[in-house]
């Protein structure tokens, strides 16, 4: 069974239009990979703390991007 921080980060990753495959691109390794870390079948050591590093990444650079394209339409 998948441990609680895994559905909370499947959330915000889901509310920030965030995926797996961009996580995983961030982190080096196979959406497939990812897709076992967050349902619980791989539980690696420090999985947690490097997954929520990559998403927080992801999100920083959709953000400055998002803010990019704003500033062209004014």
Known sequence: ???EWTGKLIGE????????AEV????????AY???VLNGIRTPEGA????RAA???V???KCSGETKKSS???
Not at 13 to 20: F, L, P, Q, T, Y
Not at 24 to 31: D, P, Q, R
Not at 48 to 51: A, G, H, S
């Open 59 to 61: 999100r920083e650079t």
């Open 72 to 74: 062209h339409l004014r």
């Open 24 to 31: 995983a691109k961030e982190l080096g390794v196979s959406t």
């Open 48 to 51: 947690e703390e490097r997954l």
């Open 1 to 3: 069974m998948p441990e």
């Open 34 to 36: 990812v897709t076992m």
């Open 55 to 57: 998403f927080e990444r």
């Open 13 to 20: 990753m889901h509310n920030a239009g965030i995926s797996r």
